[in-house]
């Protein structure tokens, strides 16, 4: 499966963003679809993830109540609602694919888009 993240931007701290991660190539259904993110000088770190059918997800501490993530199998998109934005989100923002389960670690992902920037300014 092919995947293109799209949506970054430059925004203010406290407004919102909503990236798109659009998927080909394969059975969307099969998949679990994570979002990561990666600053520069930092390791790539864990956002969000989400089930094969939307019903399971899960945050990193750090975005919990200010971002969401959904997907439409039927557009084969995963989506990230970014609310609340915070200068500590400045980094660029990567999906990610993997048979079957979620899981929060980026080695578990076995596809990968190209990032998107995101930058919160003050």
């Known amino acids: 499966v092919q995947l293109q993240a799209s949506g970054g931007g430059l925004v203010q701290a406290g407004g919102s963003l909503r990236l798109s991660c659009a998927a080909s190539g394969g059975t969307f259904t099969n998949y679990a679809v994570g979002w990561f993110r990666q600053a520069p000088g930092e390791e790539r770190e864990f956002v969000a993830t989400i089930s094969r059918n939307g019903g399971i997800t899960y945050y990193d501490n750090s975005v919990k109540g200010r971002f969401t993530i959904s997907r439409d199998n039927a557009k084969n998109t995963v989506y990230l609602q970014m609310n609340s934005l915070k200068l500590e989100d400045t980094a660029v923002y990567y999906c990610?694919?993997?048979?079957?389960?979620?899981?929060?670690?980026?080695?578990?992902?076995?596809?990968w888009g190209r990032g998107t920037q995101v930058t919160v300014s003050s």
């Open positions: 990610a694919a993997r048979d079957r389960w979620i899981a929060q670690t980026p080695y578990e992902y076995h596809y």
